[in-house]
């Protein structure tokens, strides 16, 4: 079946520009989250979405920054007045969101935003 | 608070070589933990998780508690290893993972 899907693949922006990334989880996935790659840096968490409850936003690095999720399935991450230091690869992951606890999560291929 | 700590940026090592990927975690509870890979023009996914107790792919990683530690351990590298391996841990009824900064293997033939 299909994966989770990110669009677009590439985002290259003028600083101070908004952007929006795009997610689509995998059919039936209630949890979504958004991490951020940076070079040498690992995976930063930025938001984490569950369901119809609020979303955890507590990884999101300021008011800049914004997501939301419609419907219980696309998810757009939304960037304004973007700066040099958000230039990352944006992933986004979805999983079944059952249980008690984490469970496995599937990747999307990823953003990479490009702030000049 | 949690963490992740990966100390190696960078290993490598020749085909048919034993190989260790280390990870040390801080956490005051009873973690999950789990390895990440990506593998090159590919998409991050799950290697193993430790309640699983599985080997994938010929790895395997043991969780010691008294050294806080979930290293990855495979006995012969292959060249299709190379990859960058990510150790990540979420806290018991967490649905957020921590992540470490990744550890690049590099199989030489």
């Known amino acids: 079946g299909a994966g989770v899907s990110q669009s677009p693949s590439n985002k290259v922006t003028e600083k101070g520009k908004d952007v929006e990334l795009r997610c689509d989880p995998i059919?039936?996935?209630?949890?979504l989250y958004w991490y951020r790659q940076s070079l040498g840096q690992g995976l930063e968490f930025l938001i984490y979405f569950q369901g119809n409850s609020a979303p955890d936003k507590s990884g999101l690095p300021s008011d800049r920054f914004s997501a939301e999720r419609t419907g219980g399935s696309v998810s757009t991450l939304t960037i304004q007045r973007t700066q040099q230091e958000d230039s990352a690869v944006y992933l986004c992951a979805s999983s079944l969101g059952r249980g008690n606890g984490p469970d496995e999560q599937y990747f999307g291929p990823g953003t990479r935003l490009t702030v000049t | 608070a949690q963490r992740v700590t990966q100390p190696e940026k960078l290993l490598s090592v020749f085909k048919g070589a034993p190989v260790e990927l280390k990870c040390n975690y801080s956490y005051s509870g009873s973690p999950e933990l789990f390895w990440y890979v990506q593998y090159s023009r590919q998409r991050l996914q799950l290697l193993l998780r430790h309640i699983s107790r599985e080997s994938i792919k010929g790895f395997t990683a043991d969780l010691n508690k008294g050294e806080t530690s979930f290293h990855l351990k495979k006995p012969f590298a292959q060249e299709e290893d190379s990859a960058m391996y990510y150790c990540?841990?979420?806290?018991?009824?967490?649905?957020?993972?921590?992540f470490g900064r990744g550890t690049s293997l590099i199989v030489h033939p």
């Open positions: 059919s039936g996935h209630t949890a």
């Open positions: 990540a841990l979420s806290g018991r009824g967490s649905y957020i993972p921590t």
